[in-house]
C-alpha cells in the first residue's frame, strides 16, 4: 500500500508539473513573447568629472505614442541608468563612455533627454520595431553637442 501511495502521488505531482511547464510556454516563456517589444540602445561619449565617470541617467518621455502598443511595452516616463567606463583607448583623455538598452517602450515618439557636463540634452526619435534584418533605433550622446543622433 505503501508504494501505490508514492507512486500515485509522484504522478499527480510530475502532472502538475507538466502543466505548469506548458502554461508557461504558452504565456510567451520563450522567444515568441519577446519578439514585438522594442529597446533603444543608448549610447554617451562624456567626459569625466573630477577624474572619474559617473553614472549617467536617460530620461525617456512619450510625446506621440502609437495605439494599442504590445502588451508588456512600456508608455509612461521613465529613466535608464548608464553606467560610464574609461575606454582603454582613451589615454591620458578625460574620455567616459556608457550603453544599455532601455526597457520595453510602446512605439511613437519619445523624447530622450540627458544631463551632461556641458548642459542638458534632448532630441526626439520615432521608437518603431526595426524592419526584419535591420538594427534597432540607436540613440547617441555626445558631451558638447546640442542633440542626440
Given amino acids: 500500500m505503501q ?25 510567451g516563456g520563450g522567444s515568441g513573447g519577446d519578439d ?3 529597446h533603444v540602445l543608448v549610447k554617451i561619449d562624456s567626459i569625466t568629472q573630477e577624474g572619474k565617470c559617473d553614472v549617467v ?11 494599442n502598443p504590445p502588451s508588456l511595452s512600456n508608455s ?25 538598452e532601455t526597457i520595453p517602450m510602446a512605439p511613437g515618439a519619445w523624447e530622450f533627454k540627458v544631463q551632461l557636463p556641458s548642459g542638458p540634452v534632448s532630441c526626439e ?14 540613440v547617441s550622446f555626445k558631451d558638447g553637442d546640442t542633440s542626440c543622433t
Fill in 3 to 27: 508504494i501505490s501511495l508514492s507512486l500515485a502521488r509522484k504522478a499527480v505531482f510530475g502532472t502538475a508539473a507538466v502543466a505548469a511547464a506548458l502554461m508557461l510556454g504558452a504565456c
Fill in 76 to 100: 509612461k516616463m521613465f529613466y535608464t541608468e548608464i553606467e560610464m567606463t574609461t575606454p582603454p583607448d582613451a589615454g591620458d583623455q578625460p574620455i567616459c563612455r556608457g550603453e544599455k
Fill in 36 to 38: 514585438q517589444l522594442i
Fill in 57 to 67: 541617467s536617460v530620461r525617456s518621455a512619450p510625446k506621440n505614442l502609437a495605439p
Fill in 125 to 138: 526619435r520615432d521608437v518603431q520595431m526595426p524592419a526584419e534584418g535591420q538594427p534597432g533605433l540607436t
